[in-house]
C-alpha cells in the first residue's frame, strides 16, 4: 500500500483500484477473523495492554537476526552477523537519501512491519520472529542499495561488501543441514509407533486441533480420533467432562500433544484429567512435540 500510494498518488484510477483490490483481500479475511475470533479472545494476554518501549527493542533485535542469519545462526556468530546487517541496512537508508521515493517505501515498509508487531504483542500469547517476515524483503532491499551504491563507487568493495554480505549466511545454512536441532518434527514417527502399539478399543485424542491437517497425513488406518481443543481444558473440570461423554467407548487413549502447551493447555488439565480416569502406562517425547 505504500508502494502504491508513493507511486499513483497523483493516478486516481490507478490508485481507486489498487484501493479496490485491497478492500477486496480485506472482505476475503472476514470468514478466517470470524473462525479465529474465539482462539485469539481465548488465548490473549491476560496481562492489561502496555507498549513498552524495551520490547519493541526486542522486536527490532529479532527482526534484523531473522533477516541477517536466518533462525539457525549459532549463538557465537549471531552478534556480529545482526550488527554487519544492520550497519548494512542503515547504509542502505543512507544510499537512498536523494531518491526520497525509494526511501519512504523501503523504509516505511520495514518500519511498518517492525512497528505493527510491537502494537500487537501486548494482545498476543506469545512473539516468534517469524511474524515479522513481511520485512525481510525490504530490509534486503537496503542491503542491495547499499552495496550498489558502494560499487558505483569503488568496484572493489562493492564486492567485497556482497561477499560479507553472503558470508554471514554461510553458518546459518551449515546448521540447517547439519545441527540435529532444526530437523523437521517427528510428527510421523510418533504415529507410527502408535499405530504399531494400537489395540481394538484405542482412541487417538488430538491436543490442539492445529495439527489436524498433520494427522490426516499421517493417522494410522483403523484407530478412531477426536480433537481435544482449547476450549475443553479450561479447568480440569472441563477436560474431565470431555473425557466423560467418551461414556467408556475406549479401554485406552493416545493424548497427542501438538504445539505450544503454554498457549492451549498451560496448566496441563487434558494430561491430568485422564490420570483421573485411569492409568498412565506410557510417555514418549518427539521432536517438535510429545
Known amino acids: 500500500n505504500l508502494v502504491a500510494l508513493a507511486v499513483w498518488r497523483r493516478d486516481h484510477r490507478r490508485l481507486l483500484t489498487w484501493l ?9 479475511y472476514i470468514p478466517w477473523v470470524l473462525a479465529q475470533a474465539r482462539f485469539l479472545g481465548t488465548h490473549a494476554s491476560d496481562r492489561p495492554y502496555t507498549l513498552v518501549p524495551e520490547r519493541m527493542v526486542t522486536i527490532v533485535r529479532a527482526g534484523v537476526e531473522s533477516y541477517v ?13 545482526t550488527i554487519l546487517g544492520g ?32 502494537f500487537a504483542d501486548p ?22 542499495a547499499a552495496i550498489a551504491w558502494l560499487a558505483r563507487r569503488v568496484p572493489a568493495g562493492g564486492v567485497l561488501l556482497a561477499g560479507l554480505a553472503l558470508a554471514v549466511s554461510a553458518p546459518s545454512l551449515h546448521a540447517w543441514y547439519t545441527d540435529p ?4 518434527n517427528q510428527y510421523a514417527r510418533g504415529l507410527a509407533a502408535i499405530a504399531a502399539r494400537a489395540q481394538p478399543g484405542d482412541v487417538i485424542l488430538l491436543h490442539n486441533p492445529e495439527q489436524e491437517c498433520l494427522f490426516d497425513y499421517y493417522r494410522p488406518q483403523g484407530l478412531p480420533a477426536l480433537t481435544v481443543t482449547p476450549g475443553d481444558c479450561h479447568t480440569l ?18 493424548l497427542v500433544t501438538y504445539g505450544d502447551t503454554h498457549v492451549f493447555d498451560p496448566q496441563h488439565n487434558a494430561e491430568k484429567a485422564l490420570v483421573s480416569r485411569g492409568h498412565w502406562a506410557a510417555y514418549r517425547s518427539y521432536h517438535g512435540y510429545y
Open 20 to 28: 479496490g483490490g485491497m478492500l477486496a483481500l480485506a472482505v476475503a
Open 181 to 184: 536441532a532444526h530437523q523437521k
Open 123 to 144: 494482545l498476543m500469547p506469545f512473539f516468534h520472529p517469524r511474524f515479522l517476515m513481511a520485512g525481510a524483503p525490504a530490509f534486503l532491499l537496503l542491503v542491495a
Open 69 to 81: 542469519a536466518g533462525m539457525t545462526m549459532p549463538p557465537r556468530y549471531l552478534l556480529a552477523g
Open 237 to 254: 473440570a472441563d477436560a474431565q467432562r470431555v473425557l466423560d461423554r467418551l461414556g467408556g467407548r475406549y479401554s485406552r487413549a493416545w
Open 87 to 118: 550497519l548494512l541496512a542503515g547504509l542502505g537508508l543512507l544510499a537512498l537519501a536523494r531518491r526520497p521515493r525509494a526511501l519512504t517505501v523501503l523504509g516505511g515498509w520495514l518500519a511498518a512491519s517492525l512497528g505493527l508487531w510491537w
